[in-house]
């Protein structure tokens, strides 16, 4: 065999003294052998490790670097909890927890400092266990959103962080249907301290599982109950009226969005108008059952409405609207257009010479 074939032979085989490596393939790492393996996915939640990557966390065993600092000498409560991972996205904190046991631990500790934890990016392509693993240490959350966890949200894996952080100020529970009437039984003993609670397309909800909320005083500021079709006046009226236990809530209310609660009529719209002085934003939306009967009431008894959503409202007219206009407030409905030649007149008086009118 001649030299030039022995040299080819080694260069395919690895043999040689500068291997190379055939493509979409890499020198396995994980099992310290010298074949050459297929590289892998990295999964995100898996707790395993490979010693490259942990050489870039410590220098444990690492002669060129024992003299120097690395990532995990940092503080890790000060610094990196702090100021440094609340910068990675939550995929990017699950790659970095599957890096070595020391980095499983700094995530873990962060998990447990957080004040927020929210899945809404990721709606229903999202897991049970990597939820578990964010909220198992968790005593002090602020701030709780799932908006689109549809079938991965039970109940189960709500209540103990419902339960754990009972100083919640914002839950949002946006199309979780897999959820029950226990959740919001949780919610109103456990969380005294909430002011944003979004409860939209919840279809479970009912006033017997609302009754846990309405007996608890608490300054809710906003409150979305768009959606829930089982919610109609008895629900909303008991919400607001006028007694010990509603006044706080009715005074502190500025944001109440009940759209397409097809049911809905106006007596509940009367008990909102009546209970609640401090009103920025009311949405009614599809709510065809919603007259002028009511509306009338909101332009007395609410000085503070900034935005009125009435769209689908087919009784609701420019009657009941033209003085809420009038106050500089939002409508969702444009006011109906004057005669065409009353449009046209500011048209005329500008250009006279350009104008060219059609009978």
Same mark, same amino acid.
């Given at each position: ?22 493509? &979409? ?13 297929e590289p892998k996915d990295?999964? !995100?939640?898996? &707790? ?49 927890? =599957? ?20 899945t809404s990016p990721f ?54 249907? =897999? ?21 939209? &397309? ?43 236990? =509603? ?8 944001? !109440? ?13 009367? =008990? ?11 949405? !009614? ?61 500011? !048209? ?12």
């Amino acid at each position: 065999m001649s030299t030039s074939d022995t040299k080819s032979e080694n260069c395919s085989t690895g043999e040689g003294d500068n291997m190379t490596v055939l493509p &979409d393939k890499q020198p396995c790492h994980s099992c310290n052998c010298d074949e050459v393996c297929e590289p892998k996915d990295d999964s !995100l939640f898996e &707790d395993s490790c490979s010693e490259a990557t942990e050489s870039l966390f410590s220098s444990k065993d690492n002669s060129c670097l024992n003299d120097s600092m690395t990532l995990l000498d940092l503080p890790w409560e000060q610094v990196l909890s702090y100021h440094i991972l609340p910068y990675l996205s939550v995929p990017d904190l699950f790659r970095l927890r =599957a890096v070595s046991p020391a980095c499983l631990e700094l995530v873990q500790l962060h998990f447990s400092y957080s004040h927020v934890v929210n899945t809404s990016p990721f709606k229903d392509n999202f897991s049970p266990k990597a939820f578990e693993i964010m909220t198992r240490d968790c005593q002090s959350l602020r701030v709780l959103s799932v908006r689109g966890a549809k079938s991965w949200m039970t109940n189960g894996l709500l209540l103990k962080v419902i339960i754990s952080n009972p100083r919640l100020e914002k839950i949002d529970l946006t199309g979780c249907i =897999a959820l029950s009437g226990a959740s919001m039984y949780c919610i109103g003993v456990n969380c005294s301290h909430l002011k944003h609670l979004a409860l939209r &397309d919840c279809v479970w909800l009912t006033l017997d599982n609302f009754l846990s909320f309405l007996c608890n005083r608490r300054d809710i500021e906003f409150l979305d109950m768009s959606g829930c079709w089982n919610v109609n006046d008895d629900l909303v009226v008991n919400l607001v009226k006028t007694s010990p236990r =509603a006044q706080c809530l009715s005074f502190s209310l500025k944001h !109440l969005l009940m759209s397409n609660l097809y049911g809905l009529t106006d007596r509940a719209v009367v =008990a909102v108008a009546h209970s609640c002085p401090n009103l920025i934003q009311l949405n !009614l939306k599809g709510c065809w059952r919603i007259t002028n009967q009511s509306i009338h009431l909101l332009s007395q008894f609410c000085p503070k409405l900034r935005f009125l959503q009435v769209m689908e409202c087919g009784s609701v007219t420019e009657d009941s609207l033209k003085s809420l206009r009038s106050r500089g407030v939002r409508i969702d409905r444009l006011p109906p257009p004057s005669s065409s030649l009353a449009r046209l007149e500011p !048209l005329h008086r500008n250009n006279p010479h350009r104008l060219n009118l059609v009978l």
